[in-house]
Structures are given as C-alpha cells and as structure tokens.
C-alpha cells in the first residue's frame, strides 16, 4: 500500500484567493482517501486531483475556522451518489451542532432528492464524532490517526493530526503558533505539513494587510515560518510542507525555503494546490 498526501487547498483564511484554494489536504492510503478540512471548494478540489468521491474513508477538523469547515456538509451533498458506507467526521465541540444546523438548511434540497431521485437518506452516511482531548481517534486497517492539542487563540480545543499508515508517517499541524505538542507529535515523522506565515508581510500596511493589531493577532495565533521550519527540526521529520500561505503569493518560493532552511535541516517543499506529494 503506497500512502500519498495531496495538498487540495493550500491557502489560509476565508478570503477566496485566486490561486490558492481554502485549508484542505487528503492522505491517500491505498485507494482510501481520508481528508484534514474541508475548506469551501474541496469537492471539487477532489475532482480535480482524480480523487473518487467515493473513496472517502474519514474526515479530520483541525479547528471550527470557517476556512476549515466551510464545506465540510456540502461535500456529503456532493459525494451523495457516490458514497456507499457512513463516513467518520471527527473534529472539535460544537462540530455536531454544526453538522446539525447544516442538515436543517439543507434540509429542502435533501428531502425532494430522496423523494425525486431516489436517492438513500444522506444523513446516516455522515456520522460524526466530537474530540476533546489528545491521543489516538482513529484506527483501521489502512491508518491511525493520533491528534495533540495546538495553540490557536481565541480557538479551543484545536487539533493537529498525525496519520501512521504501514508505509509512512504524515503530520498535519492546522493552524497554531508554535506548539511544543505538535513537535512532540510529530518525533520522526517523514512529512511535518505545517502552515507558515512570511513576517514581512505583516509590517504595517504591507500587501494591503492589518496594521499593528492584525500583526499581533497573527504572530498570536499562527506560526511564522521560522516556527515551523523550527517544529519540524525538533521532530526530526524528513520533509517539511509549507502550507496555508501568509500571504498567499508575492512571496517567491525561494524566500519562504530560505527562511525555513534557516532552522531545518532536512528538505523544504512549498505547497501549491493540488501537489502529490
């Protein structure tokens, strides 16, 4: 069984960017397909990858962000003619509350679909599970997944995952500063999936961005990729991935290895949607 990761959206935040689209990534292991977010268009970031809807196995929420969960129901819309067994949604409180408020607006197009189409309920095949705490949430034949807490105020609980297939280990760190539980969960790890933030960017008025209390808030909330790059070299991983881009273009790839080769050693991938990694 060959394990791949796919980056399906690799830019942060909800404002839609022209080249980059919102938080998701899915590991493939075997022909199953398990997915960390669901950030708005990831049914058809799928369809573009040449991922089956149909594989879905598993859906990880790092955190309640609406850039990591925007289409976390419409995706079940959108694979509903294609999904065969119930799919795990596993993710913070209050994710059933979400999940709920989602099946209540929806609720018209599901009803005239079953009625009209003959489609089966949709509601059994989401079956979702609330986390609170660390260690292991997930095992079957093709993967664990053990999640650790991250740091991302005002957010809590927010995760970070790490997927051990027989093949490889992948960690995925959702948004955080920089966190001690996401370098011990990801001990050597051969891919560390990490969000950064380019400093620069958040000087005052730089790129059109924030001033002073934007750039607090972002050093307060999310890692530079010095804290990454730093992340990854405690861990020991293989690889680092750079992801969920701050900002997300105008920084040439170079600059954002150069910046993390600064505190890893080992080799630095800059993310771009729908890379196969």
């Not at 099946?103 to 009209?116: E, K, L, S, V």
Request: hydrophobic share 45%; glycine share 10%.
């Amino acid at each position: 069984m060959r394990t791949e990761v796919v980056t399906l959206g690799t830019g942060g935040g909800p404002t839609p960017k022209p080249g980059r689209s919102a938080p998701c990534h899915a590991v493939r292991a075997g022909q199953a397909t398990y997915l960390v977010d669901c950030g708005n268009g990831v049914a058809r970031q799928l369809v573009a990858a040449g991922i089956p809807l149909g594989s879905l196995a598993a859906v990880f929420v790092t955190h309640l962000h609406s850039d990591h969960t925007a289409d976390l129901g419409f995706l079940f819309q959108a694979a509903w003619s294609r999904l065969r067994a119930p799919v795990d949604v596993l993710g913070p409180p209050p994710l059933a509350d979400m999940v709920g408020h989602f099946f209540g607006f929806q609720a018209y197009d599901i009803a005239t679909r079953i009625r009209d189409e003959g489609r089966p309920p949709l509601r059994p095949f989401l079956r979702e599970r609330e986390i609170s705490g660390p260690g292991v949430v997930h095992e079957d034949a093709r993967v664990r997944v053990t999640a650790a807490l991250v740091d991302h105020p005002p957010v809590v609980p927010a995760f970070g995952y790490r997927f051990d297939t027989e093949d490889r280990s992948v960690v995925f760190s959702g948004d955080t500063a920089y966190c001690a539980n996401l370098a011990k969960l990801a001990e050597g790890a051969d891919v560390l999936v990490h969000e950064a933030v380019y400093p620069p960017a958040l000087e005052d008025g730089a790129g059109g961005f924030g001033g002073p209390a934007f750039r607090e808030r972002m050093l307060r909330a999310h890692s530079t990729v010095g804290d990454a790059a730093r992340t990854a070299e405690e861990a020991g991983v293989a690889t680092l991935v750079l992801t969920s881009l701050f900002p997300p273009d105008g920084v040439p790839d170079e600059v954002w290895k150069s910046a993390a080769r600064r505190e890893f050693g080992g080799e630095v991938v800059v993310a771009t949607d729908l890379m196969v990694l």
